[in-house]
C-alpha cells in the first residue's frame, strides 16, 4: 500500500526558512516522479517543484526560482523541499505527489498525494 507524509511545516517570518520532508512507504520514491504542490485558501491547488526518477531534474514554477530547492534521497524514501527566503505568498498547504510523468505540472497527472503541511509566513 502506497502512503505519502509529509511534514515540517509551521509558522515563520517573513525571510525565514523551513524544509519540509515527505516519506513515502512501500519504496515508491525509487519508481515515481515525485512533486510538490502547494494549495492557499480559495485557490487552486498549484505546481511548486518536480523531482524526475531518471536523473534527478528539477523544475520550479517561477515565483520560487532561486528559494526554494526540491530534493530526494532515495535510500531512505524520503523527498524534501527546502524553502528559503519565505514570503506571505508561500502561505498554504504542500503536498507531495507521486505519478509517471515525468515533469508534470498539472495535479491530475498523479496517482498519490500526501494530506498536506500547514506553511504560514507571517509580515
Known amino acids: 500500500q502506497v502512503h505519502l507524509e509529509e511534514s515540517g511545516g509551521g509558522l515563520v517570518q517573513r525571510g525565514g526558512s523551513l524544509r519540509l520532508s515527505c516519506f513515502a512507504s512501500g519504496s515508491i520514491i525509487g519508481r515515481y516522479d515525485m512533486a510538490w504542490f502547494r494549495q492557499a485558501p480559495g485557490k487552486e491547488r498549484e505546481f511548486v517543484a518536480t523531482l524526475s526518477l531518471l536523473g534527478g531534474s528539477t523544475a520550479y514554477t517561477d515565483s520560487v526560482k532561486g528559494r526554494f530547492i526540491a530534493y530526494r534521497d532515495n535510500a531512505v524514501n524520503t523527498v524534501y523541499l527546502q524553502m528559503n527566503n519565505l514570503t506571505p505568498e508561500d502561505t498554504a498547504v504542500y503536498y507531495c505527489?507521486?505519478?509517471?510523468?515525468?515533469?508534470?505540472?498539472?495535479?491530475?497527472?498523479?496517482?498519490?498525494w500526501g494530506q498536506g503541511t500547514q506553511v504560514t509566513v507571517s509580515s
Open positions: 505527489a507521486a505519478g509517471s510523468w515525468t515533469g508534470a505540472t498539472d495535479p491530475a497527472k498523479y496517482d498519490y
